[in-house]
């Protein structure tokens, strides 16, 4: 019977398994390759957060020996004594996260149809390429323990003991739980993330975090709208999401941008590949009084290919190689970044009905604004409304500044982009660049509104340019 990774992957598949591999001549190499690859995959990163720790201690060295060893999970699983029920087919990624990944469903597809050498083949060169890969690590000693006949596995109570109450061990069992959940469960075709309600062909790509799958979505934009063209397994922070204050170790939620690109030879190997780090807290954040910095998409230490789930400080940490490809790809205060707890999905249609209710609230807005009807355009403004500056401005002073900037002009708004973010309170981040009729350049604007009694009102502002 194969230890907890491959159970928790193909449920009901290791009997089916076992009894495919009724050759008793691999026992003794099988003894003792489980223990080497037991001893690689064993050893967990756990370097703290932001102080670049070096790796802490990992996982029993014997918890994988094929000598009769078993895993709580294995254990646990009641179902792996009754006959192996019909397991359904992993969906396969509209892209491939990353090579590695990829290669690991395949393994466990493999293992899920029965094919349990071929997937051993499969795990030991993914672990020869990737040897800091310790979920592969676990799932290569899987395989290796399976090819052992269940007569000659005597079963060992204290190890599995042990095992039970390894945290390294349940927190692999859950990296590996999540990277299949994400998977098999994957977004509606032709559906996106609620919170892009429109986004300008400015930005060519946008970002979704969805903390409940560790996983985040990478969408290409075009004149055609947005397309998921990859996703990846994530970390974010031990205490989970919903950031409040600083040293909370949680990941905030909400909609930010990418502020800039560190350059890794700057920082530590602690974070890796490189950080983007982002606009936490917001203006949103602000206005509710949260607190912290210093909130960075990064990568891992040279010794972890990934972390668990909940592993960081507050950061979204990713794998190295998923890391390069996003670096390729951000563009600085033009990619943003949606976190969430859980993301929620809606069809094109319903982001274009979403759009049109705000759009007529700017339309209103840049008509006042045009009309010169000072009490008209203050209706949009509430009262603690601040524009962002080296000197905050009031509402007053803006309002002054919008009558005499654009009074009698005819101005053509483009490149917009709408992110609605909705929790206890519904606010919008608008950004968009205005042209007065007759003039070549104008200012590019972003925005944020606050929905109170079912009308949309201006509480920040920033001139982008």
Known sequence: MAASALLLATPGAALAANNSNSSSSKSANAKTSGTKAAKAGGSRASAKEARGAKAGSGASKTQLQAKGKRSAVAADNAGATRPARKTARTAAPLQEASGAEARLIGVYELFGRGKTREALAKAQTLVRDHPNFQLAQLVYGDLLAAQVPPSNAMPDTAGIARLRGNPAMVELHEESRRRLQALRERPPAGTVPSQFLTLSTRSRFAIAVDASRSRLYLFENSDKGLKLVADYYISVGKSGTDKAVEGDARTPLGVYYITSSLDPR????????????????????????KTGSGIWLHGTPPQQFARAPLASDGCVVMANPDLKQLLRKVQIGATPVVTARSLQWISQPQAEKETKKFADSITAWKDARASGNEAQLKKFYLPDFQRASRKPVDADAVLRDELTYAQGKRVQIKDTSYLHWRDTEDTMVATFGEVFEGEKNGRTRRQYWLRQGGEWKLFHEEILG
């Open 266 to 289: 700057s920082l530590k190997d602690f974070y890796g590949a490189g950080a983007l780090p982002i606009n936490y807290p917001n203006p949103y954040d602000v206005r509710r009084g």
